[in-house]
């Protein structure tokens, strides 16, 4: 069996919708990166119609388990599961013909499990994917100020950070610096449970 089962995508896919439904744009074609087991996907394209919900991932396992997650759900608005390495140059999604341009870019828990590099690679792209209005909404664990915002973040960073020395919790001002020079600043930071935000980015 291939797909895979994340406990805190149930837990935090409600306020995550409610977030997305608030500052996404009314239309056009939500790319995800980093879609991970691929529950995010399937629970969220039926519910934010008519927008169309396109999710990627760098990963084989990943990318299997988001395609069974996706194949459950009987709705017109979810695009097929497609390999997205955010350090490509130019990624293969900006080479096709999608049904509608891409008016967002949304990425849950991928800062902090991959090398900064996929930070700056996440900018890159999305100032050349998306339009004057577009998008950009970043979900998870975040430090102000160079500080962690709960024990627990501290706790999980240290974790991170003892399995690979590329991780960790990002800071939201290194961030919103590299969001800025492609052209994007944050307009809101949205808290959210279990010591989590959304950092909304605007062109």
Excluded at 77 to 98: F, G, I, N, S
Excluded at 125 to 142: M, N, Q, T
Aim: hydrophobic share 45%; proline share 6%.
């Amino acid at each position: 069996m291939t797909k895979r089962y994340a406990p805190a995508t149930e837990r935090n896919r409600e306020p995550l919708l409610a977030v997305l439904q608030s500052q996404l744009p009314p239309q056009g074609v939500v790319l995800e990166i980093a879609a991970g087991s691929g529950q995010h996907a399937a629970y969220f394209a039926p519910r934010l119609a008519p927008r169309l919900w396109l999710p990627t991932d760098v990963g084989a396992a990943n990318l299997a388990s988001i395609s069974e997650w996706c194949a459950e759900v009987d709705t017109e608005w979810l695009l097929a599961t497609q390999y997205l390495d955010v350090l490509d140059p130019v990624w293969e999604v900006e080479r096709q013909a999608l049904p509608q341009a891409v008016s967002a870019i949304v990425n849950i828990n991928m800062l902090h499990i991959a090398p900064w590099s996929c930070c700056q690679g996440l900018f890159a792209g999305a100032k050349r994917i998306l339009g004057d209005e577009g998008v950009v909404l970043i979900y998870g664990p975040f430090k102000e100020q160079g500080q962690h915002t709960s024990a627990s973040n501290e706790a999980f960073d240290a974790n991170l950070r003892a399995e690979n020395a590329a991780w960790g919790i990002r800071d939201v001002a290194a961030v919103t610096a590299v969001a800025r020079e492609a052209d994007f600043e944050r307009t809101q930071t949205i808290p959210m449970p279990a010591n989590n935000q959304v950092l909304v980015f605007h062109h």
